[in-house]
């Protein structure tokens, strides 16, 4: 992109690029969620004791997730900058620092979790038949935080330069990899139609271990996509690894809001849980499993937003705001009628996404219930999902975090709470349902009242 008088584009030809950069985000979203399913299957063959486990630490392991990528935003919002800008030498050295940063962040939050693994679960309230499965889980996730700290970032780093087509492979493959480790990793050796089927038989832990060791893999082959094939971003060519405060202290400003989002979305979903588990095994498992098949809907949400965040970026680099505000719009468009038309499928399709994740009849029974309920939901868990990546594209995150503490705490919990003794699960997924629709409107008032397009980087 340059700075140069540029001709008007037609809405066509803008949804076309978002179309071009979303549809691979979305098809690798979709491959995560289709890895979600078959985990959720594999491990909830084993019970609903193995299900309530990795639901009862599922938030906590969010958390930590939401932390790496919030770290990896501060970076890749400058490298979008700096290649609508025409400044590749600046993008590259915007990735070198970020990759320094990202390797230390990674090494210390996972020691952090691996630390407090044993007590989180009784913390967290579950039952004692479930506590052991999920602090072996939540362990073996926390060790693999430097993993997922370097490919949220080279993965963001190669979606902000344009290349979406690489993180979705890589992100394919990694769903592949994970069922092939679990396949081998949860159950013992078995005999199946004759054939010996060798099996470590590490029930949950296999299922976190499998997750672990795909990620490891991933991330080499990520990181060496942005720092090696990359032609924009490749470290090939030289530059300074010298420490640069103002890369640094850029990445701090929008990351920080972006990380305080994640501490309130996921000790919000924390809260939840703590609501959720004085209702049973069952209830966890159902909460759990429901948030799993409801992913069906949103990841296609997440890969719009991921196309927001860089053609906004670069538009905003480039210094073309109507450009920006434009791509912003018409991305938030685009992801409510997907996400609004998968909420109806899935209000269909409810009872058998649950016969393929559980075979307990009362999981089955709860889940359904609760997923229904969702789905009203759906259009306007878009519209929050895609408006804030076009407007983190701009360096805009305060004012989104802001947002979500109000709806998540004033809405969603206080609900919650009022609802769950009265109703139990359902009276949760009602609260959530509400403060979904309320969280979208918010979203829809920041976007179209247009002061994010201020935003410097």
């Not at 344009?162 to 990694?174: D, E, H, I, Q, Y």
């Not at 860089?310 to 468009?333: E, F, I, P």
């Not at 805009?396 to 609900?415: E, K, Q």
Request: with cysteine.
């Amino acid at each position: 992109m340059t700075t140069t008088a540029q001709p008007r584009q037609s809405n066509a030809a803008l949804m076309q690029d978002v179309l071009r950069l979303s549809i691979p985000s979305i098809m690798a979203q979709i491959a995560a969620t289709i890895m979600q399913y078959i985990d959720a299957t594999m491990v909830g063959s084993l019970g609903a004791n193995a299900s309530a486990a990795i639901g009862l630490v599922s938030s906590s392991t969010w958390l930590m997730g939401g932390f790496c990528g919030a770290a990896a935003t501060g970076y890749a919002v400058q490298i979008a900058h700096r290649i609508g800008a025409g400044e590749e030498d600046a993008a590259r050295n915007v990735l070198r620092q970020a990759l320094c940063f990202c390797t230390v962040f990674g090494l210390l939050i996972g020691a952090v979790g691996a630390g407090i693994s044993g007590g989180l679960p009784v913390w967290l309230g579950g039952a004692p038949e479930i506590t052991a499965d999920a602090a072996a889980y939540f362990f073996i996730f926390a060790c693999a935080m430097p993993a997922a700290s370097l490919d949220n970032l080279a993965a963001s780093a190669l979606q902000c330069s344009g290349n979406m087509r690489t993180p979705s492979l890589v992100s394919a493959l990694m769903c592949g990899l994970d069922v092939v480790f679990n396949f081998f990793l949860i159950f013992p050796t078995r005999t199946v139609n004759g054939i010996c089927i060798p099996g470590a038989g590490l029930g949950v832990a296999g299922a976190a271990l499998g997750t672990t060791l795909s990620e490891l893999v991933c991330a080499v082959l990520m990181l060496w996509a942005a720092c090696v094939r990359s032609p924009k971003l490749s470290l090939r060519i030289p530059g300074s690894w010298r420490f640069n405060a103002n890369i640094h202290l850029t990445a701090a400003r929008i990351s920080l809001p972006a990380a305080f989002e994640r501490i309130v979305l996921n000790f919000a979903q924390i809260a939840v849980t703590r609501i959720v588990a004085p209702l049973g095994t069952v209830a966890v498992a159902a909460n759990s499993l429901a948030v799993t098949a409801e992913s069906l809907c949103y990841m296609p949400g997440y890969g719009i937003a991921a196309a927001a965040t860089t053609l906004v970026g670069q538009s905003q680099g480039a210094g073309r705001r109507n450009l920006s505000k434009r791509y912003a719009r018409l991305s938030t468009l685009l992801g409510a009628v997907v996400m609004g038309a998968a909420g109806a499928l899935m209000y269909a399709a409810a009872p058998l996404m649950f016969q393929m994740l559980t075979p307990d009849p009362a999981v089955r029974a709860l889940g359904t219930q609760v997923l229904r309920i969702e789905a009203f939901a759906e259009p306007f868990f878009a519209t929050s999902i895609v408006a804030a990546g076009a407007l983190r594209g701009a360096g805009d995150t305060l004012v989104p975090s802001v947002l979500n503490l109000v709806s998540m705490w004033g809405v969603r919990i206080t609900l919650s709470l009022v609802l769950a003794p009265r109703f139990g699960l359902p009276g949760v997924w009602m609260a959530m349902c509400l403060e979904l629709c309320a969280r979208g409107v918010l979203f829809l008032i920041r976007l179209l009242h247009g002061k994010w397009l201020d935003k410097k980087v």
